[in-house]
């Protein structure tokens, strides 16, 4: 059984904006953060550089770096501080050498 880690506050409107996360569409609001939008979709947003392990988050207010999540280009964000934006598209490790999944 799968169980949502965030729910939204609203149900009367359907999601407005598409982002991209390892090319995978995902469904989001407007002002929406990205944390907010991955984990309604899933249970990790990156994996730990030190032993691979999934990471989802821990502080949710910018602090602590454990959500980050990539650009495309390369840029690391914080996606507990950041609103999506339609047609974004985000990464759960850093691209290498050009390589986007």
């Not at 990205?34 to 999934?54: K, M, N, T």
């Amino acid at each position: 059984m799968r169980v949502n880690q965030f729910l939204p506050l609203r149900t009367d409107k359907k999601p407005g904006l598409v982002i991209y996360f390892d090319g995978a569409p995902i469904h989001a609001w407007h002002g929406e953060t990205v944390i907010s939008a991955l984990l309604r979709h899933q249970h990790h947003l990156s994996y730990s550089e030190f032993d691979g392990a999934a990471r989802a988050g821990f502080c949710l207010m910018g602090a602590c770096q454990d959500c980050s999540v990539w650009t495309d280009e390369g840029r690391r964000l914080r996606a507990c501080r950041t609103p999506v934006e339609d047609n974004q598209r985000l990464l759960s490790r850093a691209p290498m050498h050009g390589f986007h999944p």
